[in-house]
């Protein structure tokens, strides 16, 4: 049972199979099927929300795609059963002969919104960068400032 992953910030996720886009959005939206596991959902919300950096990996593990440039919409929706990969299970048939097939696994997912960053963003982070700059200017000052005895 090998599954496709993606690890965002430093949490990997089985992710249903072929339900990731997240490397190709060209300015869109793009979605993606989480596995909840063992997880809590409140647990995926908040890791997905305080990170940007997914990197997907292959059922195989191997690292298919790195960004650092998404934005989490925050707007998941819970689906209790979803198709996730396909196994081959073995069967009789009316012969008694064992026959395989293929089965469609089924498992309770959060289905997560990407999109990557707009204006509004990329001002939101400006304007965090200057907070820090200025606090950082603030402490100096207040170091490099001779104390009165």
């Known amino acids: 049972m090998n599954q496709e992953t993606i690890k965002v910030g430093e949490v990997t996720y089985n992710i249903a199979n072929g339900s990731c886009s997240l490397n190709d959005l060209s300015g869109q939206t793009a979605k993606v099927a989480i596995i909840i596991g063992s997880n809590k959902i409140e647990d995926i ?29 925050g707007l998941p929706i819970f689906n209790p ?19 395989y097939i293929n089965k469609e696994i089924m498992d309770a997912v959060i289905i997560v919104e990407y999109r990557t ?10 304007e965090q960068q200057i907070n820090d700059l200025n606090a950082q200017v603030a402490y100096l000052r207040m170091m490099s400032t001779p104390k009165e005895v």
């Open 45 to 73: 919300h908040k890791n997905l929300s305080q990170n940007s950096i997914i990197v997907k990996y292959s059922a195989d593990g191997v690292e298919e795609w790195r960004q650092g440039n998404l934005v989490y919409t």
């Open 117 to 126: 960053p707009n204006i509004q963003d990329k001002v939101k982070e400006q």
């Open 81 to 99: 059963s979803f198709p996730v990969r396909i196994e081959q299970v073995q069967e009789t048939d009316e012969e008694g002969k064992p026959k």
